[in-house]
T-cell receptor, first 119, second 111 residues
Framework: NAGVMQNPRHLVRRRGQEARLRCSPM?????VYWYRQLPEEGLKFMVY????????ESGMPKERFSAEFPKEGPSILRIQQVVRGDSAAYFC?????????????????FGPGTRLTVL | GESVGLHLPTLSVQEGDNSIINCAYS??????FIWYKQESGKGPQFIIDIRSNMDKRQGQRVTVLLNKTVKHLSLQIAATQPGDSAVYFC??????????FGAGTRLTVKP
């Protein structure tokens, strides 16, 4: 069972360009989470998606950022008109269930991340 | 060696010693916690979890302790090895099963 896949692993963009980050969850997982990590900091939650639905986007900036998880294909995190402050590592995690206190399978599994550098 | 809270983000221990990494969490209603290990250039890797109805859980060479009274979590690593060198994060589950991460502690193991 392949783990969470993310691509590209490294992405370089100039200010004003668009960045598209892809995440393929583990097989059988229908819940995807995106996180951002700045150097020497912890991961910050951005958005939680299920297939074709955004459940919680409270951690995602209102402008320039969007996310989708279509019925077919990977989840996409899109950053329009990138600025230097967008430079970070972006991680995707997937889980099979939405949660539940005693669910044994609500652990999130993380991908290797995409490192975005904005010049 | 021991680190206290998040004010000492670096912990250096001798190979073979036990390590203790501490973490304070914010939400008294949190019911699920995970310790993650993150090596340079990689994503967080699950180490061990604990639910709020427990105060201790043991894995292979690792033990997590939960003190709900003071909202404190600790990770104990027995017989620390060079391969344990990494940044360790505690995380508490948010309302949508998203994980809320602490700032992390960098563990360095000296041979």
């Amino acid at each position: 069972n392949a783990g969470v896949m993310q691509n590209p692993r490294h992405l370089v963009r100039r200010r004003g360009q668009e960045a598209r980050l892809r995440c393929s969850p583990m097989k059988g997982h229908s819940h995807v989470y995106w996180y951002r990590q700045l150097p020497e900091e912890g991961l910050k939650f951005m958005v939680y998606l299920q297939k074709e639905n955004i459940i919680d986007e409270s951690g995602m900036p209102k402008e320039r950022f969007s996310a989708e998880f279509p019925k077919e294909g990977p989840s996409i995190l899109r950053i329009q008109q990138v600025v230097r402050g967008d430079s970070a590592a972006y991680f995707c995690a997937s889980s099979p269930l939405a949660g539940g206190i005693f669910a044994g399978t609500d652990t999130q599994y993380f991908g290797p991340g995409t490192r975005l550098t904005v010049l | 060696g021991e680190s206290v809270g998040l004010h000492l983000p670096t912990l250096s221990v001798q190979e073979g010693d036990n390590s203790i990494i501490n973490c304070a969490y914010s939400n008294s209603a949190s019911d699920y916690f995970i310790w993650y290990k993150q090596e340079s250039g990689k994503g967080p890797q699950f180490i061990i979890d604990i639910r709020s109805n427990m105060d201790k859980r043991q894995g292979q060479r690792v033990t997590v302790l939960l003190n709900k009274t003071v909202k404190h979590l600790s990770l104990q690593i027995a017989a620390t090895q060079p391969g344990d060198s990494a940044v360790y994060f505690c995380a508490e589950r948010g309302r949508n099963n998203d994980m809320r991460f602490g700032a992390g502690t960098r563990l360095t193991v000296k041979p």
